[in-house]
């Protein structure tokens, strides 16, 4: 595989230098989340800069803000290290703030809840599109303002509410899109020299469907070299004591779960959620406590991912036949399983004598940030 061409731009996107020649190339994309990147050069190059963007094969999805730059003198002289994240790592830079008025006590919310009207569940494209419109506002004199346009609602995905008090936006973005199978991306419009925020739906390739090329990942069609499943229950809690308004004992608690029928016995594992001041009332015109509690009970469920290597030299090609956020089929007889998995994140390393593809199916391993976030209290 021929190895790709990286090219530097200012922080207004325009043109600076290409680099050449680089010793190592590692560029992760997230379909759910955000990515990271690092590359290591021989010498110094004077537009490496924190704060410029970096672009793989002259490719709008494959993007990234360098955030840290490290030189090293050494034995074979000066050697330079760029570490970022791709363009979906803005999200990081904002958090929910909530309403100023008393809607739905304090909490930004989508839909917003109007007093006398019935809350209506939304798509996801909706509820997605509204937080960040709400984090990177249009007006330009906003100091939470950036150059970056939300393309048009299309209206797509499972409908929600979802509502958020000073949460990292893409820890909820991030919980949006897995509760509603999509995912999000930052591209930029270098014609317009801008960003642009879209959600992200990708193609059914499986091989029990007829509309699009079929892709089947197994080491028997030499697809891929290596398969490694991870199906980890450590932090899966599957009913949660969701409390909202009151005080001590008046508080009000109620059991929830995501579970077709509430666990019982040895398969019951608990967990305290707190959710502030919200409603328990299951009524059109309540966000209730019963549906945020489900939502943030999903930040305890069973880690269940698919890892492959993939093959160069295989049937499918990387960027054409399939990419990330699509649907596929992963088959192997020696776990005896054929199951359908998005394409989650996709990690590519290009070192001097070797290149590889790794992918990842289904639920993404934690970042620790958020493993470690989830053992500390908050009072929002």
Known sequence: MDYPSIKILSNDFTFLSELDVYTSLRFKRAWQSYGDFEIHLIGQHPYAQIGNYIMIDNNADKV???????????????????????????????????????ANHGYFCVPKK???QAVVPAPAETVLKSFVKACFPATQND????????????????????????????????????YTDVGYKVQLDTANKTLVFDIST??????????????????????????????????????????????????????????????????????????????????????????????????????KSITASYNFAGSFTYGRDFDLGDLVTIADRLFC??????????????EAKSSSINLTFGTAPEHLNRVIKSFLPAVK
């Open 143 to 178: 100091p939470r303002h950036i150059d970056m346009l939300i393309a048009a609602d299309q209206l797509r995905g499972n409908k929600t509410v979802w509502l958020s008090r000073y949460d990292q936006l893409d820890e909820v973005l991030q919980s949006i899109c897995e």
């Open 114 to 116: 109007v007093a006398g």
């Open 337 to 350: 399983i054929q199951i359908d998995k998005r394409i989650t994140e996709i990690e590519e390393c290009y």
């Open 202 to 303: 990708g193609v059914d390739r499986t091989a029990g469907q007829s509309d699009n090329s079929r892709v089947i990942m197994s080491t028997e069609y030499e697809s891929i070299n290596s398969l490694d499943i991870q199906d980890d229950k450590t932090k899966q809690k599957n009913v949660g004591y969701a409390a909202g308004v009151g005080e001590d004992e008046n508080r009000l608690v109620i059991a929830i779960t995501n579970d077709n029928t509430m666990p019982a016995g040895l398969e019951r594992s608990e967990v305290f959620i707190d959710c502030g001041t919200l409603e328990a009332a299951e009524t059109d015109e309540s966000l209730s406590l019963s549906d945020e509690g489900k939502h943030k009970l999903l930040d305890y469920k069973t880690q």
């Open 64 to 102: 990234g803000i360098i955030k840290s730059v490290t030189h090293n003198a050494g034995p074979e002289g000066i050697t330079t290290t760029l570490k970022g994240y791709h363009l979906n790592g803005i999200m990081t830079q904002r958090i929910v703030l909530p309403y100023t008025d008393n």
